[in-house]
């Protein structure tokens, strides 16, 4: 019987199952979200209402539960022991960036002017791409042995500390939303003081552009390789994240700010008036800030439990607290994706 998990064990012409799986996967993302817009969009039968019978409920939440399984899918292919092809791994980590690729393609054709509706592009350039792909597969020459030079890991850790100092205070800032829009923005006030002064905010993108690039070195060498879970883990996190810093900052400082020339707060954020859910466009926006922040909090995480393991930590300690930390990120994802769809407990 057909299972991802026996046609990656099969000898996949070098990957190129496991290529296929993750340009398919990639491909039909966006058409998982066009489902659950469309469940939760549908007129009724009795009328142009946009009441929710039960049924569609399900459907919606399985449409966005399976768009949210594609990163899973290409997560279990970077990682899995039998894909010997460097090249299908390397692949698989593109791909589990999908929600964060799909926000940037979607603003870089809106800049563009583009009239082709994003899936229409976005699927068939994924086909084709996983069979150009899937023939550089077939001539994958001789393994090297690459490894990550220390200094670079070294320097990548410690302006991640820099950078983590922003993020996790950006991430609280976006939690606090599920009290009131009025406390986020206080908060988010308070911030800008520091990270958009004259010095903070070259400071902060050129840590973030450096984060990025060294990452992505730090990816190449490590997904020569098939590793163990963590590493797998906290290399594909990365790989999620280099792609969600750039889209991200792209929608931050070129479209909203200069393309567009309007505030880059809570409206903005939040796709306002349509809102996050009821936006055909904006529902990519809920599983590319929702894994933005598990990711860039798992990811952290995972940095931590080297460092600990490094100095002394024993490594089931270490692992329990990557554990812990990692349903919390959960938690966090769903607190601020809550406050964001509009729900406040103020
Ligand atoms: C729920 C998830 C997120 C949302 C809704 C969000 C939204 C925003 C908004 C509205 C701004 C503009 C801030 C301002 O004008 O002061 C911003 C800036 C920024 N965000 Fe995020 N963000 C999210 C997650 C993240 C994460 C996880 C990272 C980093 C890993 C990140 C990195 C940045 C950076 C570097 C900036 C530029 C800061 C600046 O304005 O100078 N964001 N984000």
């Given at each position: 019987m057909f299972s991802i998990h026996s046609a990656l064990r099969y000898p996949v012409a070098k990957g190129s199952r496991a290529i296929w799986i993750s340009a398919v996967s990639a491909a039909i993302y966006p058409w998982l979200l066009t489902g659950f817009h469309w469940f939760v969009t549908l007129p009724d039968a009795s009328g142009p209402t946009h009441g929710l019978t039960a049924l569609r409920v399900v459907c919606a939440t399985l449409m966005l539960m399976l768009a949210f399984f594609i990163p899973l899918i290409n997560l279990w292919i970077a990682g899995a022991?039998?894909?010997?092809?460097a090249v299908a791994r390397r692949f698989a980590l593109i791909a589990i960036a999908t929600p964060a690729s799909y926000v940037f393609f979607g603003v870089l054709t809106y800049m563009a002017g583009?009239?082709?509706?994003d899936v229409w592009s976005w699927s068939p350039a994924w086909l084709l791409i996983g069979s150009v792909i899937c023939a550089m597969n077939g001539n994958e020459g001789q393994r090297r042995h690459v490894t990550a030079s220390s200094k670079l890991r070294f320097a990548h850790g410690v302006c991640g500390s820099l950078a983590s100092l922003y993020a996790l205070f950006h991430i609280g800032n976006h939690a606090a939303g599920i009290f009131s829009v009025q406390l986020h923005s206080e908060i988010m006030e308070f911030g800008r003081a520091v990270y958009r002064s004259t010095l903070g905010e070259p400071l902060l993108v050129a840590v973030m552009l450096f984060q990025v690039l060294s990452g992505i070195r730090l990816i190449w060498c490590w997904s020569e390789a098939a590793a163990d879970r963590y590493r797998t883990f906290q290399v594909a996190s990365g790989a999620f994240m280099a792609l969600f810093i750039l889209g991200h900052m792209n929608s931050v400082?070129?479209?909203?700010?200069?393309?567009?020339?309007?505030?880059?707060d809570w409206s903005f954020a939040t796709g306002?008036?349509?809102?996050?859910?009821?936006?055909s466009w904006n529902i990519r926006l809920l599983p590319h800030y929702a894994m933005g922040v598990f990711f860039t909090l798992t990811h952290l995480l995972s940095g931590l439990r080297v460092v600990l393991i490094a100095h002394g930590t024993p490594t089931h300690t270490a692992n329990r607290l990557w554990w812990t930390g990692g349903a919390l990120s959960g938690g966090i994802c769903v607190v601020i994706m809550c406050g964001m769809s509009g729900l406040h407990l103020n």
């Open positions: 022991p039998e894909l010997q092809s583009s009239q082709i509706p400082f070129v479209f909203a700010r200069i393309w567009l020339g309007i505030p880059t306002e008036p349509a809102g996050l859910i009821h936006d």
